[in-house]
């Protein structure tokens, strides 16, 4: 059985940071890209961060030098650091991961408010 257990989010006030992370299970996390997607009220779910399963990332413009992905294979975990928070970027944060087949995460809430 796959699961992908996202935690870390939670109501931050503009210009904080969260910690999101997905911790997978059921799968051979290694060779799995794996991926942030969010999803704000009335929009469709889009791409934040990916992180292949060689270690290169790539980025949102929004998300550019304000999130980093990474991953630990030895603890079959992805993390999203998120610094320089914005209101904007409320929304539910999915953890994604994909080869041949694809899974998602039941999503986190991130809510960025003052």
């Known amino acids: 059985q796959v699961q992908l257990v996202e935690s870390g989010g939670g109501l931050v006030q503009p210009g904080g940071s969260l910690r999101l992370s997905c911790a997978a299970s059921g799968i051979i996390f290694r060779s799995y890209a794996m991926g942030w997607y969010r999803q704000a009220p009335g929009n469709q779910r889009e791409l934040v961060a990916v992180?292949?399963?060689?270690?290169?990332?790539s980025y949102a413009d929004s998300a550019k030098g304000r999130f980093t992905i990474s991953r630990d294979n030895g603890k079959n975990t992805v993390h999203l650091q998120m610094n320089s928070l914005k209101p904007e970027d409320t929304a539910v944060y999915y953890c994604?991961?994909?080869?041949?087949?694809?899974?998602w995460g039941q999503g986190t809430q991130v809510t960025v408010s003052s």
């Open positions: 992180i292949t399963r060689y270690g290169s990332t």
């Open positions: 994604n991961a994909r080869n041949i087949f694809e899974y």
